[in-house]
């Protein structure tokens, strides 16, 4: 039973637009989302992340956008570039204090941009 | 600076042979923890360790085995038990602390059983 689901496994993007990479969690106790980006052969590398009291975090061309009562989130990418083409995987956490703060990923989203 | 390190990149074992993946870290993180990466999956949890000498089996550990002697070093067997081992093997670091979440990940490994 999957907790963090990426309905889409693969989006083809025209460089210059915009991307947008879906996921979906089941979980309620998750309060803290990433997302990570992965080139093949290499690991994961963080990208941007949110908490679940903000509903909207920025880094440059990157924004994820978290709907806690749809319990959905969405990583933008704009404009995007040749260099984004990589598999990008959304993970979920409940950040317990005193233990292990398990990390749930979901199964990737491949995107590739067009030149 | 500093890092994960696995080894080897790429891994090729014959059916009913051990091997063990490296993954060594110089970023003073206190926990450690193996992944593994199969087409079309998320990242799945085989082991973990928050201090040295000890562990927890994650999701998937049948078949694997762990050790935690120095804090550096986390090294993943994998037995023969293991049914279906050909995968991308991921190894991950973070500061155990609170507000701390996200992971440092290695290069990972790919094992493949020939």
């Known amino acids: 039973d999957q907790q963090v689901k990426q309905n889409s496994p693969s989006l083809s993007v025209q460089e210059g637009r915009i991307s947008i990479l879906n996921c979906d969690y089941t979980?309620?106790?998750?309060?803290?989302f990433l997302w990570y980006k992965k080139y093949p052969a290499e690991g994961p590398t963080f990208l941007i992340s949110?908490?679940?009291?903000?509903d909207k975090n920025e880094d440059g061309r990157f924004t994820v956008f978290l709907n806690k009562s749809a319990k959905h989130l969405s990583l933008h990418i704009v404009p995007s570039q040749p260099g984004d083409s990589a598999v990008y995987f959304c993970?979920?956490?409940?950040?317990?204090?005193?233990?292990?703060?398990?990390?749930?990923f979901g199964p990737g989203t491949s995107l590739s941009v067009i030149p | 600076d500093g890092g994960i390190t696995q080894s080897p990149k790429y891994l090729f074992r014959k059916e009913g042979q051990n091997v063990t993946l490296s993954c060594e870290q110089n970023?003073?993180?206190?926990?450690m923890y193996w992944y593994r990466q199969d087409p079309g999956q998320g990242l799945r949890l085989i082991y973990y360790?928050?201090?040295?000498?000890?562990?927890q089996k994650g999701d998937i550990a049948e078949g694997y085995s762990v050790s935690r002697e120095k804090k550096e070093s986390f090294p993943l067997t994998v037995t023969s038990a293991q049914k279906n081992p050909t995968a991308f093997y991921l190894c991950?670091?973070?500061?155990?602390?609170?507000?701390?979440?996200?992971?440092?990940f290695g290069s990972g490994t790919r094992l493949t059983v020939v």
């Open positions: 970023l003073n993180h206190d926990a």
């Open positions: 991950a670091s973070r500061i155990r602390s609170t507000g701390m979440v996200g992971y440092t």
């Open positions: 360790s928050q201090i040295v000498n000890d562990f």
């Open positions: 993970a979920a956490s409940t950040r317990l204090k005193t233990s292990y703060d398990k990390v749930i």
């Open positions: 979980n309620s106790m998750f309060d803290y």
């Open positions: 949110i908490s679940s009291i903000k």
